[in-house]
C-alpha cells in the first residue's frame, strides 16, 4: 500500500469525477469528411438537451460550429440513424433536421433552406447516408405511411442552381429488375405546389425527392460508379437484419440492368465502394469473418484481398459509416481487429497489411479521405474518442476534438484488461475487466463489482475510455463488461450463438461472469450487481429472474415482454425476435421474457426509463416494476419526460446516474 493511500470502505471513495462530469462527456462525435485540410462532423451536445451540431475545422486550422441552436442535425431512419449530413464544396452542407425530418441546405455564410416538402404527416418523410453526385443530393428515404407501415427507397434531390434557381434535373427511368423499381415516384400535382404550408418563398416543392430504387424492405451503403453509369446499394428484406444476410446490387443506370453481386439470406455483405468503373470493393462474411473482398461487375466471384480471422467492419446499426476507405495511390485505409478495430492501410493487390503508427487503440467504424489523408474518430483506455487527422504524406496526426474537454488524473482512469472466461457451458466469452481505480484510497477484502451488459443484443463493448466506468471505479466499485455470446467483433460463430437463444445464453455468460469474479477473488460475492440497456436491460431482467447471483439489477429502458415489444417497436427491429427467439409461441415466449418469469427476482432493482422512447416503449419498464410491487420486492422505477432510447440530456444522465450510485451504495452495504 503507498504511504499516501487511505483505507475507506469500497463504494465510498472520494472521487473527482463527478455526475455533471459524466453528464457533460459524451458528444458522441461522428462521420467526419475530409478534404485537404478541411474536416467537418457532428456532435451530440448534452449540454444543449442532446442536439447534433456540425463543426468545421478550416484550413487555417480555427474550428467552428455550423449548425446552431436550434437546428439539430440528427436522423431519424430505422430510429437509429446515421450520417445526417453531406458536404456540397464551396456550397455549405445538406443535412436532416430533427424536428421536421425535412433536408435543408446550409450555406456557408447564411441560414438553413428547405430542400425537401413538408410532407402531409409531421417527420413522415426522413432522409440518411446522403451522398453528392452530378449535382443531386442521392440518399435513402424512409415514408411513413398514414396506415402505420413504412416503406424505404433510394431517391436523388437536385441541388438549386448557385444563383437560386432550379437546375431541373430529370430523367425517365423504366421498371428494373430483381425486385428492384426505378423511377419517379412524384404523385399527380406534384409540380410546384405539392408542398402547400411550405416556407415562403422555397422552391423545395419543384424538387420533390426522385425515386430512383425501390422494391426492398432496407438499403444502405449508396455507391455511385466514378463514371456515374452504376450505382451500388445494399439491401435487405424483413426478417432478416443486415448482420444476417444483405445482398449487394448494381444497376446500370442508364438502361435499368441489374446485377446482383455478392451476398443472400446467410451471407452479411457491407460498405461496397469502387475501385474502377467496373470493379467493386466489398465487405463479407462469407468465410465467418467480415473481411475486404474484391468483385467485378461482370458476376466473377468475389476475391478475399487479406483472409484473417478478424474483423474489417461492425454491424450496420447506424447507416452511413465507413470500416475503410480507397487512398489517391490505389491503397485502402482499413479497420480491423478482433474487439476493438486497429488502423492499418493495405495493399489490395499483394494483400499486406500494415498498421498505422498511432496512439489510438480503437477506432470507430466512421472512415473518411480525401485521398491524402485520412480523417476517422480514435480512442484508447485514457484518450477520448477523438476526431483525428492523419496526413499521410506527412505522416502528421492531428487530435482536431474530444469527446471529453477535461478528464481527471490519470491514476483515476481504470485501464481495461481484456479477457476471456469460460461459462458455464464451457463456452468461451470474451470481457474488459476494470479493477477499481485510486491513487489515494484502498479497500479491504474483495471489492464491490458490476457487471455491464451491452445493448443490441448484436453489439459490442470496447476498451474505449468511459468516464461513467471511471465513476464507479474511482469510487470502489470494480465493473466487468461483458461481450456475451452473440456480440459482434469475434466472427459470425460467435454472434450466431444468439440465434434461438437471446434470454438464455446472454444470461448464462452474464450469470458466468458475476460467478467467475467470485471464483477468481476479483469481487465480494455478496456484492455483486448487473446493469444494461435496451437489449442489455432484458439480459439485467432476465438474470435476475434466473439467478440469485446478484445483489441488484438496473435496467435502462430494458425490454420485459416480447408479444406487446414486436406489436410496438418500431419497423427495423419488427422482425427481430423471429431470429432472436423465434416465431411468436406464447408458451416459448413465456419460458424467456422477464415479466413471465419476474417471481424468480429476489433482488432489488432499478428501472429508468425515457417516456418518448420510440424502440422500447415505457410500459415495457412500467410493466415489470408492477409486478415487482406486487411481489413485494424492492424497485425503484424512474422516468424521463421527453427522453427516447438513449438518454441525451446532461440533467437526465447526471439525475440517472447519481440514483444508480445510490442503489449501490444502499444494496453494497445492506
Known sequence: ?????????????????????????????????????????????????????????????????????????????????????????????????????????????????????????????????????????????????????????????????????DDGNSEDEGNRGDGETVGDDRNAGDDGDAAEGADSGDDAARREPRERVGG????????????????????????????????????????????????????????????????????????????????????????????????????????????????????????????????????????????????????????????????GIGYGPTSPRSVVRIDLGTGQVEELRRDVDELPEAAYLPRPRALRMESRSGRLVHAYLYPPTHPRARGTGAPPYVVFVHGGPTGHSTGALDLEKAFFTSRGIGVLDVNYGGSTGYGRAYRERLKGQWGVVDVEDAVGAAEWLAAEGLADPARIAIRGGSAGGWTVMAACCASDVFAGGVSYFGVSSL???????????????????????????????????????????????????????????QAFADALAERGVPCTYLTFEGEAHGFRRAETRSAALATELAFYQQIFHS
Request: proline letters at 10%; hydrophobic letters at 40%.
Open 1 to 165: 500500500m503507498s504511504p499516501e493511500q487511505v483505507v475507506l470502505p469500497y463504494a465510498t471513495w472520494p472521487s473527482p469525477v463527478s455526475t455533471s462530469d459524466v453528464a457533460r462527456s459524451g458528444l458522441h462525435l461522428g462521420f467526419p469528411t475530409v478534404l485537404g485540410h478541411e474536416v467537418w462532423w457532428t456532435e451530440d451536445r448534452p449540454a444543449e438537451g442532446g442536439r447534433t451540431t456540425i463543426m468545421h475545422r478550416g484550413a487555417d486550422g480555427t474550428r467552428r460550429e455550423l449548425l446552431r441552436a436550434p437546428w439539430s442535425a440528427r436522423t431519424r431512419v430505422h430510429e437509429y440513424g446515421g450520417q445526417s449530413y453531406a458536404v456540397v464544396p464551396g456550397r455549405g452542407v445538406v443535412f436532416a433536421n430533427l424536428t421536421d425530418q425535412r433536408l435543408y441546405l446550409l450555406p456557408s455564410d447564411g441560414e438553413p433552406h428547405p430542400l425537401t416538402p413538408e410532407p402531409d404527416q409531421p417527420a413522415a418523410l426522413r432522409y440518411a447516408e446522403m451522398i453528392l453526385h452530378d449535382g443531386q443530393i442521392w440518399c435513402v428515404r424512409e415514408r411513413h405511411h398514414p396506415d402505420g407501415t413504412v416503406s424505404r427507397s433510394i431517391v436523388s434531390i437536385p441541388l438549386p442552381a448557385e444563383d437560386g434557381g
Open 216 to 375: 426492398s424492405d432496407f438499403y444502405a451503403s449508396l455507391a455511385i460508379s466514378p463514371d456515374g453509369a452504376h450505382l451500388a446499394f445494399v439491401c435487405w428484406d424483413h426478417p432478416r437484419m443486415p448482420w444476417n444476410g444483405t445482398e449487394l446490387r448494381v444497376f446500370r443506370l442508364a438502361d435499368g440492368a441489374c446485377r446482383t453481386i455478392a451476398g443472400g439470406p446467410g451471407e452479411s455483405v457491407l460498405a461496397p465502394s469502387w475501385r474502377d468503373d467496373h470493379t467493386l470493393y466489398l465487405v463479407s462474411d462469407r468465410s465467418g469473418w467480415w473481411n475486404l473482398y474484391r468483385a467485378g461487375i461482370d458476376g466473377s466471384p468475389p476475391q478475399a484481398l487479406h483472409p484473417a480471422e478478424e474483423e474489417f467492419a461492425g454491424p450496420l446499426w447506424q447507416l452511413g459509416g465507413a470500416p475503410y476507405a480507397k487512398l489517391a495511390d490505389g491503397r485502402l485505409a482499413v479497420l480491423h481487429g478482433q474487439g476493438d478495430l486497429r488502423l492499418g492501410v493495405l495493399d489490395p493487390d499483394r494483400g499486406v497489411l500494415r498498421d498505422l503508427d498511432v496512439r489510438y487503440d480503437g477506432w470507430l467504424p466512421v472512415l473518411a479521405t480525401d485521398g491524402r489523408a485520412i480523417a
Open 563 to 621: 408479444a406487446p415489444f414486436v406489436t410496438t417497436t418500431h419497423d427495423f427491429e419488427s422482425h427481430y425476435v423471429e431470429w432472436l427467439i423465434g416465431p411468436e409461441d406464447p408458451a416459448l415466449y413465456a419460458a424467456r421474457e422477464p415479466l413471465a418469469q419476474v417471481g424468480g427476482v429476489t433482488c432489488p432493482m432499478l428501472l429508468l426509463q425515457g417516456l418518448a422512447d420510440p424502440v422500447v416503449p415505457p410500459a415495457q419498464s
